[in-house]
């Protein structure tokens, strides 16, 4: 959970604008945790979060040997999901 919140906090400090959904473990593999987020629609501001969020992960996985991984979606895509 720490680690999960490390990286949220990361990308929260370069894209303030990121809402913090939940964090859950990968319905595809139990070793995996998802960091699910809510962000602006802007292609060019997912491309740069999901390459950070790539290089953070990556970094976490290699000193810590956890699996996270941010899940993003626009607020209209969360909404839809959950009705």
Sequence with gaps: ???????FDKLKAQFPEIELVS???SPFQRDSIW???IL??????????????GEISTDILMDYGYDIMISSATRAEAEKKAA
């Design 1 to 7: 959970m720490e680690l999960s919140l490390l990286l």
């Design 23 to 25: 964090i859950v473990e």
């Design 35 to 37: 960091v699910n987020i």
């Design 40 to 53: 602006q629609e802007d292609d060019d501001r997912d491309i740069a979060l999901t390459e950070l969020a």
